[in-house]
């Protein structure tokens, strides 16, 4: 449980860290975008290692993360457009 709230943690940072950071170009994104992916697979590992039992709060977290992956996978390609 608390590799969880670890990753969950780390993933928000990275996160955030995109909406108050500057952006120097899509590569700056396409990093962040990368660590997102990571915290995801981190986040798989200790989902199983949890038999997935966690009140409902890693589903919710897992959740989160694809959408925070899928949004920044939008923003490098719109980045890559300019």
Request: net charge negative; hydrophobic share 50%; proline share 0%.
């Amino acid at each position: 449980m608390k590799n969880l709230y670890m990753v969950a943690a780390l993933a928000l940072a990275f996160t955030g860290g995109v909406a108050v950071a500057e952006v120097h170009d899509w590569h700056d994104l396409d990093s962040v975008h990368h660590h997102v992916q990571d915290a995801i697979h981190e986040l798989d590992h200790a989902r199983a290692a949890n038999h997935f039992d966690m009140d409902g709060h890693g589903e919710k977290a897992a959740r989160l993360l694809h959408d925070a992956e899928h949004e920044l996978d939008l923003a490098v390609q719109a980045a890559r457009r300019h």
